[in-house]
């Protein structure tokens, strides 16, 4: 999908990896056992479910407020600044370049893992939808408890649809997710970047500079005389 050399290089620490893959499996579980506990299917029998459900649930909670204090600490949550900035050019290529083999217009690099149209998208999962899942969650799970914590006022209906409709918000885009894996310059590329860590990536491609600004935030005013 691209004329330039490709080099391997490391883009992926092993927390990252090891926290993809820990949600992953974490994700397919819960979607497994919550469905089940619903009656849509019976596979583990509704108590071996529900149990399942509600220990994995708690763990991805737990799991979660560790990997936010990795972001925080690490100045990783610069790779999820969103931006419109060629999100509809990086648009148009997944409906049609993509398809010509043209190359990406925003290749990965170290410093910018991913393109406008994944920081909006890892962002809104990250800020929005999962934090909803994981508070319905937990509220669903604690409902005997609502009247001595003063939430009586809550609606469990609710809270259980909320919930309903976030576990089909998250498998939408666990399948969305699985498909853009195949988007690479090879069909496993970026599988394969998840597992070792390492991914080719075309040569020379620098940041650009509305990059470096969304990363290193706005340069003083004089500068920006200066440049003009």
Same mark, same amino acid.
């Given at each position: ?7 391997? &290089?490391?883009?992926?620490? *092993?927390?990252? /990896?090891?926290? +993809? ?11 497994? &056992?919550?469905?089940?506990? !619903?009656?849509?299917?019976? $596979? ?8 399942? +459900?509600?220990? $994995? ?12 204090? #990795?972001?925080? =600490? &690490? ?19 997944? %409906? ?7 190359? +990406?217009?925003?290749?990965? /690099?170290?410093?910018?893992? +991913? !393109? ?17 899942? %994981?508070? =319905?969650?937990?509220?669903? #799970?604690?409902? !005997?408890? #609502? ?32 498909? %853009? ?31 470096? *600004?969304? *990363? ?13």
């Amino acid at each position: 999908m691209t004329g330039n050399k490709m080099v391997n &290089t490391y883009l992926y620490t *092993r927390y990252e /990896r090891f926290w +993809h893959w820990l949600q992953t499996v974490l994700i397919v579980v819960l979607l497994v &056992t919550g469905f089940e506990v !619903n009656g849509l299917y019976t $596979l583990l029998g509704y108590q071996t479910a529900s149990e399942v +459900h509600n220990f $994995l649930g708690l763990s991805w909670l737990i799991a979660f407020a560790f990997f936010v204090f #990795w972001l925080l =600490t &690490t100045g990783e949550w610069k790779q999820y600044v969103p931006t419109t900035k060629k999100m509809f050019t990086v648009i148009h290529y997944y %409906m049609f370049g993509i398809f010509r083999g043209d190359p +990406h217009p925003v290749p990965k /690099r170290k410093e910018a893992k +991913h !393109n406008p149209l994944q920081r909006i998208a890892y962002l809104s999962v990250a800020a929005f939808l999962l934090p909803i899942q %994981m508070i =319905t969650g937990f509220l669903y #799970w604690s409902y !005997n408890s #609502w009247a001595s914590w003063g939430l009586d006022w809550l609606s469990l209906p609710v809270v259980a649809a909320i919930h309903i409709l976030g576990a089909f918000g998250v498998l939408s885009f666990l399948i969305g997710h699985v498909y %853009m894996t195949t988007t690479g310059h090879t069909l496993f590329a970026h599988i394969r970047a998840m597992i070792t860590g390492w991914e080719e990536i075309p040569e020379g491609v620098e940041l650009e500079d509305w990059e470096k *600004r969304k *990363r290193q935030g706005r340069q003083p005013a004089e500068s920006e005389a200066s440049a003009a």
